[in-house]
């Protein structure tokens, strides 16, 4: 979700259509203060928000374990 320049996202690891509650977050981005994303080894670049629409681009994958 998008509220101003913050954006909202939640992750889930899903493991035979069945979500794993121990691995379920949600965090926030502020674009006022930057506009990369990093997670678990991933980096993505926000280039436009909406309250629809998302673009962006990946710096690099999350890491593999």
């Not at 981005?29 to 990946?58: M, P, W």
Request: hydrophobic letters at 45%; a positive charge; charged letters at 25%.
């Amino acid at each position: 979700g998008k509220n101003g320049n913050v954006l909202t996202f939640a992750y889930m690891e899903v493991i035979g259509g069945l979500a794993r509650d121990a691995f379920s977050r949600q965090f926030v981005l502020d674009l006022s203060e930057d506009n990369v994303l990093a997670f678990k080894g991933a980096l993505i670049e926000i280039q436009k928000a909406t309250s629809s629409r998302i673009t962006y681009k990946i710096l690099r994958n999350f890491k593999r374990d």
